[in-house]
Antibody
Framework: QVQLQQSGPGLVKPSQTLSLTCVIS??????????WNWIRQSPSRGLEWLGR?????????DYAVSVKSRITINPDTSKNQFSLQLSSVTPEDTAVYYC?????????????WGQGTLVTVSS | DIQMTQSPSSLSASVGDRVTITCRAS??????LNWYQQKPGKAPKVLIY???NLQSGVPSRFSGSGSGTDFTLIISSLQPEDFATYYC?????????FGGGTKVEIK
């Protein structure tokens, strides 16, 4: 059974970098199937997919256009985890952030999800 | 980007009622449509994937149908634990856009 456990600060100052980590159990980040995703949820933007990392003989990343200039998602094979960094944050980036797996077999879907981290951007 | 429009945005229903939620895509997405259930303070949980496939462990009172641009989630007999918010999500493109949600409340 795959489980995702998130960690990271809940408060970030404007203009700084938001950093979150998602630890994987029951699967490996370098699996040749599937992808590892970050999604956020806010009252103003709803559920918004931010990006993903995946391995198919080499590492790939895809990012949402809305955050492409500010986002980095990195896998860490030694710790079996992946991370999100979002730079130059503003109050608009306040949201609950989730990590999620797309199993990569059959129909694409997000399953499972991490528990969520509320990140508030405020001075 | 593919836009996903859900209706209604909220509904009130009683235990035992049949509930229907619809989702429309701004362009054809074949059957690349998932449905999620979210309860307060929890992450979304997938119910239906590929428009009509029931996720393992999900009760059979949930069903999905549709293809192309129009999709439906049906709860055949609403149970107390089904009061939640439901989201559709297209998986046709990597962006994986979500609908705005349908909140199912107790009448």
């Amino acid at each position: 059974q795959v489980q995702l456990q998130q960690s990271g600060p809940g408060l970030v100052k404007p203009s700084q970098t938001l950093s979150l980590t998602c630890v994987i159990s029951g699967d490996t980040v370098s699996s040749n199937s599937g992808s590892w995703n970050w999604i956020r949820q806010s009252p103003s933007r709803g559920l918004e997919w931010l990006g993903r990392t995946y391995y198919k003989s080499k590492w790939y990343n895809d990012y949402a256009v809305s955050v492409k200039s500010r986002i980095t998602i990195n896998p860490d094979t030694s710790k079996n985890q992946f991370s999100l960094q979002l730079s130059s944050v503003t109050p608009e980036d306040t949201a609950v952030y989730y990590c999620a797996r797309d199993p990569g077999s059959g129909w694409p879907r997000f399953d499972p999800w991490g528990q969520g981290t509320l990140v508030t951007v405020s001075s | 980007d593919i836009q996903m429009t859900q209706s209604p945005s909220s509904l009130s229903a009683s235990v035992g009622d049949r509930v229907t939620i619809t989702c429309r895509a701004s362009q054809s997405i074949s059957s690349y449509l998932n449905w999620y259930q979210q309860k307060p303070g929890k992450a979304p949980k997938v119910l239906i994937y590929g428009a009509s496939n029931l996720q393992s462990g999900v009760p059979s009172r949930f069903s999905g149908s549709g293809s192309g641009t129009d999709f439906t989630l049906i709860i055949s007999s609403l149970q107390p634990e089904d009061f939640a918010t439901y989201y559709c999500q297209q998986s046709y493109s990597a962006l994986g856009t979500f609908g705005g949600g349908t909140k199912v409340e107790i009448k």
